[in-house]
């Protein structure tokens, strides 16, 4: 079972960046794929970035390729998020989520969930 916690999240102007984390627990970090979804008020939960158990493969959508970078430190348990050139519409809860196959961009695969950190960006 892996447990995890995200950090980082916060108020941005537009055009800014914000870093987010994502602590797990467990010794087999190294075997689940992790992702980062996001969901807006009134809006269903979308799928952000994935990244391998190894890190050597990521994914995006295209709404944030270019823009978000996903990485992993697996020595430390965590995984992260970079966001940069940040718009309006990229407010949201942020989520992390591990799932023990593969990459999927379908939320409801994936096995186990943080609480979420909130991102604003507003001027």
């Known amino acids: 079972q892996v447990q995890v916690v995200e950090s980082g999240g916060g108020l941005v102007q537009p055009g800014g960046s914000l870093r987010l984390s994502c602590a797990a627990s467990g010794r087999t970090f190294q075997d689940y794929t992790m992702g980062w979804f996001r969901q807006a008020p009134g809006k269903g939960r979308e799928f952000v970035a994935a990244i391998s158990g190894s890190g050597g493969t990521t994914y995006y959508p295209g709404s944030v390729k270019g823009r978000f970078t996903i990485s992993r430190d697996n020595a430390k348990n965590t995984v992260y998020l970079q966001m940069n050139s940040l718009k309006p519409e990229d407010t949201a809860v942020y989520y992390c989520?591990?799932?023990?196959?593969?990459?999927?961009?379908?939320?409801?695969?994936?096995?186990?969930w943080g609480q979420g950190t909130q991102v604003t960006v507003s001027s």
């Open positions: 989520a591990a799932r023990i196959l593969g990459y999927s961009s379908d939320f409801r695969s994936y096995d186990y």
